[in-house]
């Protein structure tokens, strides 16, 4: 997960690990990055605006390089920034306030999972 607010983190921390998914987090891009690289990811929840010089676009990118469905979270899902994430072959894209357990249910299917 690469999420930069801890409130919110926290949050989709507890709904994921709670029998969904082993979560690894990160704060920022970069780190998000260097942790596709290191390690094997099932899938990755990404906001789009978060803290450094990338989005979660650069996230998204680097997963799809992989293989590695992403979600992505934003509360400035405009129609550009969509386009670009679909372009970059995300599973789902949610608006932020987010509905968690469609979240919940999307992860769940990103990683083979029935809902």
Do not use: W
Request: charged share 20%; net charge negative.
């Amino acid at each position: 997960m690469v999420e930069d607010d801890l409130d919110t983190r926290s949050v989709l921390d507890a709904l994921l690990s709670n029998g969904v998914v082993s979560v690894v987090i990160a704060g920022d891009a970069d780190t998000a990055v260097a942790i596709l690289a290191a390690r094997i990811i099932d899938c990755v929840v990404t906001d789009h605006y978060l803290e450094g010089d990338h989005t979660g676009l650069v996230v998204a990118q680097a997963a799809a390089a992989r293989r590695i469905p992403v979600v992505v979270l934003s509360g400035f899902l405009t129609p550009l920034v969509r386009l670009e994430y679909d372009s970059a072959g995300v599973v789902a894209q949610f608006a932020k306030p987010v509905d968690l357990s469609a979240l919940r249910d999307a992860v769940r299917r990103a990683v083979g999972l029935s809902p």
